[in-house]
């Protein structure tokens, strides 16, 4: 059996999850399966539906005050308890599903590999993956010599696909959990301004992005003025955030968010693979830049080679023209 | 008082283009700088604000060759006040659960409330070096803090989570985790730098054979040839980047 930590909320299950329950699928072809699913805390009505459309044959629910509120360690043992001896446990790679993951293998005392994108072979009981390294710049093939095999999988580095529908069965279950395991759990929550811009960026259609190249925190207003005028959001690059220019939650990136819209206007944003690992999954990339061999000119669908502090107004001139 | 032990990896400054040694074990650095990941700066911060506040010691830590004491002099720069080396000749050898085994040797021999990590490593990115460490203490973790604060011998620890700011509240022994974000760490004073020439790092050797990090080689995704379509230079590109807008169906 192949195990998947999915993780949903009232909207359904998360793409990153279907993204993972797919790879599963493919891993399955691999190993054997079946495929099941594990979901920790609240169950949303439509999602055990959801997951028999991907091919999911059973879901895990684990019940119970203990998984009320978050905690790594105690939702580990809600999955280690669904977990059985199958032959895989795989998480999204979104941050809980790391966290889950990485309390699996340190209590199974086995691998874990993080942000898979693929099975390079599967013989005599050692799966070698490839996964993300320096933030998707690099490529690692690894292997995970010992059964169960924890990994994660990168975030859309595959796509969700429905598989061979199933009637997938539901199974409720209330596993013991040990004190030691209550004790780092989220005691308080409170949704924040911060927290809702940043949502802003990442499920945004369009994100016009500036770097460097703005040149001074007084060199954001043609850029603002621009993704208002397109109703999308304002992101940055690192050098602008650690300059104070920027407030950290706009920050796209490695370690900042990953965004994924339709189109990506990057200004002055040299591309360095640390902010190519947050906008790559963009549909579309419209780069600005005095230098056309930045690598993210080269990279860009589409570029126009010139002062963003010239290039911007203009653009933001000509689209108030056409809606007159 | 908190004794606060950070660990941090010492890691090629990789920007642009990276390229990979011919054994392709490791990405290649020369002509690069090193340095530590930006999780791992905020989280040399946060310990030096807690014993600034609550009195006690801040120790920075790196398993790796003795090219790392760079990093560890400039975590002392910024106010660490001791530092200790586990020296390994080949650091890559030791996967995350060999650094774990390592560093729970340093703690267990020594008196730290407190042991604060990156949430990933900037080149191997495992993402579980600090949960591998508080299985192996037996303490409990929190993963992804942006701040962290000591008071009363409790640790609060914020994250943000999916749906907004999560508060954790730990009973010290404990380890967390630092995502980059809770605080912007400071540039080392003139004195700072001095003190830190000067100290003197504690060096150690790793206590076991490191069972490897799986590694098998690196490679390079396909370079994709770029088919970048140049509108124009200057401001006379912006029509056509409005009908581009259009077609894209993201002008409303
Ligand atoms: C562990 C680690 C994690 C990191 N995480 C992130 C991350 O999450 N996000 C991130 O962004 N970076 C991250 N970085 C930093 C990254 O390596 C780069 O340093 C950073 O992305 C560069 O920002 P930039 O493109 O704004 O600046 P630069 O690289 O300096 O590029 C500026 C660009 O602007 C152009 N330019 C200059 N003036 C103008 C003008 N007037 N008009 C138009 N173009 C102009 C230049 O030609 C150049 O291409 C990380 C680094 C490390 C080591
Ligand atoms: N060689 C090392 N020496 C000291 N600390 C390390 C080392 N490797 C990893 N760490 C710590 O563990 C964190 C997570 O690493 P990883 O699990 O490898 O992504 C890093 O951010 C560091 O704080």
Not at chain 2, 113 to 130: E, I, K, R, S, Y
Not at chain 2, 159 to 166: F, L, T, W
Request: net charge negative.
């Amino acid at each position: 059996m192949i195990l998947v930590f999915v993780e949903a909320s009232d909207d359904g299950t998360s793409e990153v999850s279907l993204e993972t329950v797919t790879f599963a699928r493919t891993l399955a072809e691999r190993i054997g399966g079946p495929v099941h699913a594990v979901i920790v805390g609240a169950l949303p009505e439509k999602v055990v539906d959801e997951l028999g459309g991907y091919g999911v044959a059973a879901v895990h629910h684990a019940t119970g005050a203990a998984f009320d509120a978050f905690g790594g360690a105690v939702w580990a043992t809600a999955v280690q308890a669904a977990a059985g001896d199958a032959d895989a446990i795989l998480a999204p790679g979104t941050p809980r599903g790391m966290e889950v993951a990485a309390h699996l293998a340190a209590r199974l005392d086995v691998p874990m590999a993080a942000n898979v994108t693929g099975v390079v072979s599967a013989d005599g009981g050692t799966l070698r993956v490839v996964r993300q390294v320096l933030g998707g710049g690099v490529l690692e093939e690894m292997d995970l010599p010992q059964r169960p095999a924890v990994l994660t999988v990168a975030g859309h580095a595959v796509e969700a696909r429905q598989g061979e529908p199933v009637a997938a069965t539901l199974q409720e279950f209330s596993p013991e959990v040990a004190e030691s395991d209550l004790v780092a759990r989220v005691v308080s929550m409170e949704p924040v301004q911060e927290l809702d811009q940043a949502g802003a960026l990442t499920s945004a259609r369009v994100v016009v992005g500036a770097g460097r190249g703005a040149g001074s925190s007084n060199g954001f207003g043609e850029v603002s003025e621009l993704a208002e005028l397109l109703g999308g959001a304002l992101g940055v690059s690192r050098v602008v955030t650690s300059l104070g220019w920027r407030p950290h939650h706009e920050q796209i990136g490695q370690t900042g968010s990953r965004i994924s819209p339709d189109v990506y206007i990057p200004c002055g944003i040299s591309g360095a693979i640390q902010h190519w690992a947050g906008c790559a999954s963009s549909k579309t990339i419209l780069a600005i830049n005095t230098d056309e061999n930045a690598p993210m000119m080269t990279k860009a669908t589409y570029a126009v080679i010139g002062d963003m502090h010239d290039v911007v107004p203009a653009i933001n001139a000509e689209i108030r023209r056409r809606r007159g | 008082m908190t004794d606060v032990l950070v660990c941090v990896k010492r890691a090629p400054d990789t920007g642009g283009d990276v390229t990979l040694t011919a054994d392709g074990q490791s990405v290649d650095a020369r002509g690069l700088g090193f340095t530590i990941s930006a999780h791992e700066s905020c989280a040399v911060e946060l310990a030096v604000r807690i014993v600034a506040e609550d009195g006690g010691s801040v120790t920075v830590l790196i398993l790796g060759t003795d090219d790392a004491v760079e990093q560890l002099r400039s975590a002392l720069g910024v106010g660490a006040t001791s530092a200790v080396l586990i020296e390994a000749d080949d650091p890559a050898a030791f996967g995350p659960a060999d650094v774990a085994r390592e560093i729970a040797a340093v703690v267990e021999d020594g008196s730290y409330d407190l042991v604060l990590l990156g949430n990933d490593a900037a080149d191997t990115g495992d993402f579980q070096v600090g949960i591998r460490l508080a299985h192996l203490l037996g303490r409990p973790v929190v993963n992804g803090a942006r701040t962290v604060e000591v008071t009363g011998g409790t640790a609060t620890a914020k994250v943000a989570g999916p749906d907004g700011v999560e508060t954790y509240a730990l009973p010290l022994p404990a380890v967390v985790t630092v995502l980059e974000g809770g605080v912007e760490p400071r540039y080392p004073s003139i004195t700072g730098r001095m003190k830190a020439k000067k100290a003197k790092i504690e060096t150690v050797a790793p206590r076991a054979e490191p069972r490897g990090s799986g590694r098998v080689r690196l490679t390079l995704p396909p370079a994709q040839p770029s088919t970048v379509e140049v509108l124009g230079e200057g401001p006379d590109a912006a029509p056509a980047v409005v009908d581009l807008l259009q077609r894209l169906g993201v002008m409303r």
